[in-house]
């Protein structure tokens, strides 16, 4: 149980398009969601957390404009990364937690803007 | 603030060996405390958790205690394999944060055969 999946697994885009990124639950109802940011060989960042029908909630330093997060239901959140730029290039992960405070993870998202 | 430090890698063993992972933590409330693993190209993974003083979290052979006292949470394995070669993330989580985490910076752990 406990599944999380991403798509696409991995996109290659052009500089100044959007892309979006989706992140389900398959087999609970995820109340609150994560997005979170790896750089190569690095730890990962929190980007934002979001509870379903409700706005995200971002970190400090963390472009709302440019990292639109909606979480339109308890199975699903998307990430769309408006107007991509070459360092936005990264692995975007989610999370996903039900009524317990574990974190059930996505496989990742590799972005990559050219 | 909070934070989690982990010993930095990689760490190199041989297959059988003993494997310890440091982590310590700074907390302003009562966290809990978790390690994660990241296999080659996937996503993480929970391994274990602890959620108050004293817990001993185990799965697969990895054992971690929390220790408030020294504001730990180590990692051990017995006898490593090959397959438990992977980037391992300490964690923690505070109660009344919806559950956010903070990361240390991942140890990567590579076993020879």
């Known amino acids: 149980g406990a599944v999380v999946s991403q798509h696409p697994s991995w996109v290659i885009c052009k500089s100044g398009t959007s892309v979006k990124i989706e992140c389900r639950s398959l087999d609970f109802q995820a109340t609150t969601m994560f997005w979170y940011r790896q750089f190569p060989k690095q730890s990962l960042m929190l980007m934002a957390t979001?509870?379903?029908?409700?706005?995200?909630?971002?970190e400090q330093g963390v472009e709302k404009d440019k990292f639109l997060i909606n979480h339109a239901s308890l199975t699903l959140s998307t990430l769309t990364v408006t107007s991509a730029h070459p360092e936005d290039s990264s692995f975007y992960i989610c999370?996903?937690?039900?009524?317990?405070?574990?974190?059930?993870f996505g496989p990742g998202t590799r972005l990559l803007v050219l | 603030g909070n934070s989690v430090t982990q010993m930095e890698g990689p760490v190199t063993l041989s297959e059988e060996a003993f494997l310890t992972i440091n982590c310590t933590y700074t907390a302003t409330g009562y966290p809990s405390l978790f390690w994660y693993v990241q296999y080659p190209g996937e996503g993480l993974q929970l391994l274990l958790k602890a959620t108050k003083a004293d817990d001993k979290g185990s799965n697969k052979g990895f054992e971690a205690t929390y220790r408030k006292e020294t504001t730990s949470f180590h990692l051990e394995k017995g006898s490593v394999q090959v397959s438990d070669s992977a980037v391992y993330f300490c964690a923690l989580s505070i109660t009344d944060s919806w559950g956010k985490l903070q990361f240390g910076a991942g140890t990567q752990v590579v076993v020879t055969p």
């Open positions: 979001s509870n379903e029908g409700s706005k995200a909630t971002y």
């Open positions: 999370s996903a937690s039900g009524s317990g405070e574990t974190q059930y």
